[in-house]
């Protein structure tokens, strides 16, 4: 499923970068926030339209038609699911972009004192998780 490898590409991008080395709880706590949406997306979100898909896909199963019409009326289904998990994607990746960014300028600026790069990767998860409450209702709008 195209969702979870991207939550898993997201996790093993930053994961590489914090965690695993220097278990900073501020970026654990943003990898729970991000785990969470991504749950809160799947239920909220995805589930309902993967529901109506199939609900469509249904109906195109009743058609009176020839073949090729009956297709393309299931691949017409699955388009709007497409867009929105397009859409959720390209922004989460946006997000992912930053978060690795902000990580990238510690390194940076901090590489050889350990204290300073890791109070630096912490004030980016603090400030990310703020930017991730505000990405939330954009995610969650069902305007796809």
Same mark, same amino acid.
């Given at each position: 499923?195209? $969702?979870?490898? #991207?939550?898993?590409?997201?996790? /093993?991008? #930053?994961?590489? #970068?914090?965690? %695993?080395d220097m278990?900073? !709880?501020?970026? &654990?706590?943003? &990898?729970? !926030?991000?785990? +969470?949406?991504?749950?809160?997306? /799947?239920?909220?979100?995805? $589930?309902?339209?993967?529901?109506?898909?199939? @609900?469509? @896909?249904? !109906?195109?199963? /009743?058609? %009176?038609?020839?073949? @090729?019409?009956?297709?393309?009326?299931?691949?017409?289904?699955?388009?709007?699911?497409? %867009?929105?998990?397009?859409?959720?994607?390209?922004?989460?990746?946006?997000?992912?972009? $930053?978060?690795?960014?902000?990580?990238?300028?510690?390194?940076?600026? #901090?590489?050889? /004192?350990?204290?300073?790069?890791?109070?630096?990767? +912490? &004030?980016?998860?603090?400030?990310?998780?703020? &930017?991730?409450?505000?990405?939330?209702?954009k995610l969650?709008?069902?305007?796809?």
């Amino acid at each position: 499923n195209k $969702r979870h490898f #991207h939550r898993r590409a997201f996790y /093993d991008a #930053h994961t590489q #970068h914090s965690t %695993r080395d220097m278990g900073i !709880k501020a970026f &654990e706590d943003l &990898e729970a !926030k991000v785990k +969470s949406l991504m749950d809160e997306l /799947d239920f909220k979100l995805f $589930r309902p339209a993967q529901k109506s898909v199939l @609900q469509c @896909q249904v !109906k195109c199963c /009743d058609m %009176r038609g020839p073949q @090729q019409e009956m297709h393309a009326a299931l691949q017409q289904c699955g388009v709007p699911l497409e %867009r929105m998990e397009a859409q959720v994607q390209g922004e989460l990746q946006q997000f992912q972009q $930053r978060v690795a960014r902000c990580v990238q300028q510690c390194q940076d600026r #901090h590489a050889p /004192d350990e204290t300073g790069f890791d109070k630096c990767v +912490s &004030e980016c998860a603090v400030f990310y998780q703020k &930017e991730l409450g505000q990405l939330r209702p954009k995610l969650l709008k069902p305007s796809y």
